[in-house]
């Protein structure tokens, strides 16, 4: 999945327009929002949605919901970051976000996300 992320940074899944979203890289739109794909605002309103209403209680099944969205950690992160500044949610610790952090550590105890 980072190898289409790393080829598409919009979409990550194709090499032309697909989502007919008109998205110039060089000429950026004044309004920041219409600088993003359709498919990583969506994604970012139902993870939103979804953390405020509970859906998802931890880091794991946050980790669990991106991968199987077809988005990155680091898409996740910008938005717990922008919930957690705007006092909409808290937590303790670091979020683990990546598949080292999440699944391979049997140990570890997911964070657990609190909503403000």
């Excluded at 008109?22 to 990583?40: D, G, R, T, V």
């Excluded at 953390?51 to 938005?79: M, P």
């Amino acid at each position: 999945m980072k190898v289409c992320w790393d080829k598409d940074k919009l979409r990550g899944q194709a090499n032309f327009d697909i989502d007919k979203d008109h998205i110039q890289i060089a000429e950026p739109s004044l309004f920041p929002q219409f600088n993003k794909s359709k498919k990583l605002r969506l994604f970012e309103d139902d993870l939103k949605q979804k953390v405020l209403n509970q859906n998802l209680k931890s880091d794991k099944e946050i980790y669990i919901h991106t991968i199987t969205s077809g988005f990155l950690g680091s898409h996740t992160r910008s938005v717990l970051k922008a919930m957690k500044k705007s006092k909409k949610i808290k937590y303790k610790g670091r979020l683990a976000l990546t598949y080292s952090g999440v699944m391979k550590d049997s140990s570890r105890k997911p964070v657990q996300i609190e909503i403000v």
